[in-house]
């Protein structure tokens, strides 16, 4: 049989925008988005698709998200748009002197001391309860065959395995990682691209969650199980800590930009980041993409937005600004003002008193989904429940050990999170979900897709398709190795530290789906930097 190198494309390719107007699901892997697909074709809704799809990439997409994930949600349905907030709190008993005495200056990456409560199965069940068609037995099938039957490994998935392979064989040193070797790696080593993956534990847990709406996880075998994994090795993660979490249904928070409402969930996550942006953004005129002043504005903007949500965002309750504070004009005007011809070293205002998987589906009765579900860093916590397949999330590293920091660690609080989905309305109209995962590239990427369909007119897959830039700290902007040279060569005469980044997956993976409201056709465009399809008819 013939032997092909399936990460070496040497010359250019065009993918083009797809178009359809029954139904529609864009995501990173085409065996999740065909599950999707499948539950439109047996008559369920954009909700059903989506809760599809998101079972279905904890499978085929273990890199990214898993069973033990959070997640979030913004849907369109009824002529309304809902949020649903489905990240987990920190465990009761945790405290900031509790981790200190264990010896720590700051949140660890890996082991139970990261590990918040699990948000995405509670948020799959009651996406169903809420909005679903379907029976919640039927959503969770394409996941279970693919982890009981297997399925063969992508290409961009089998690279990101084998990288998380090689890091944790060097960094998990304790015997309570074992259990993500022997689940993520039965034969010593990673699966190799085309080589068929299955995991028997993924489907009896994805099976158990299904006939029991979620309950099993939260208050019974599951539970159970995840719990005494915990107690075993000196966690903080109880089962009371599992059996009291709700998923919180919130009101959607947005800014207006050039006439489009653009929508995110509000805090804990960090979407109030790219609305803080857009809100500063939107004082300047933009005529041109490929311009020294847009990338220059565009990344000042995305500094000082960030430098606050990093400063300021957190649970809702404990943040010492509001967002509507936060998202005033006059305090959009005070940052915009801080924006001058050179680069600037960011550092938080004044507001004025007062390693994710991303998916977007849409029917065609007008009902759209923008979900995102992520074990945080690439597997998360290096932790997974013996005999379940579930791999935890280490949400809980983005905490801070300050007591004076407005996300310092607590017992029972949701930390600053980075997985935000986005909306887009015109007039009280829908326009459709759009998102682009990647850690702290997220909001970034929100700004510069957004800018791009916007501002500049390219259609939704050329937005995604557009080399992506990524403000790291300080002056540091990493850019895509086909950004233009000599608007980074003139970035630097502004004072920008410009650094070329061969990694691409540094610059997240997104999925758009445009409605076009007068004719009800959808628009769709797909991450062409990873195993990104739409399934479409």
Known sequence: MQSFDYLNYPYSSQRMVSIANRGMVATSQPLAAQAGLDMLKQGGNAVDAAIATAAALTVVEPTSNGIGSDAFALVWTKGKLYGLNGSGPSPYSISIDKVKAKGYDEIPVHGWIPVTVPGAPGAWAELS?????????????????????????????????????????????????????????????????????????????????????????????????????????????TKKDLETYRPEWVEPISVNYRGYNVWEIPPNGQGLVALMALNMLKGFSFSEKESIDTYHKQMEAMKLAFTDGQTYITEKKDMRHSTDQLLSDTYAEKRRNCIHDTALTPKPGQPPKGGTVYLATADQYGNMVSFIQSNYMGFGSGLVVPGTGIALQNRGHNFSLNPSHDNALMGGKRTYHTIIPGFLTKNHIPVGPFGVMGGFMQPQGHVQVLMNMIDFKLNPQAALDAPRWQWRQGKEIAVESTFPSYIAEALVRKGHNIQFEMEKGEFGRGQIIWRDHETGTLYGGTESRTDGTIASY
Do not use: C, M
Not at 172 to 177: H, K, N, T, V, Y
């Open 129 to 237: 309860d809420q909005f679903g068609v379907l029976p919640f037995k039927e959503l969770l099938k394409p996941a279970i065959d693919y982890a009981e039957n297997g399925y063969p490994i992508s290409p961009t998935l089998g690279r990101f395995w084998t990288k998380a392979y090689q890091k944790y064989k060097e960094v998990l040193d304790g015997d309570e990682f074992k259990h993500w070797f022997h689940t993520f790696a039965p034969h010593g080593r990673p699966p190799q691209i085309g080589e068929v993956w299955k995991s028997t534990d993924h489907a009896d847990t994805l099976r158990s969650i299904a006939e029991t709406k979620a309950k099993s996880f939260y208050e019974g075998e599951i539970a159970e199980k995840i719990s005494r994994f915990s107690t075993q090795y000196d966690g903080f993660l």
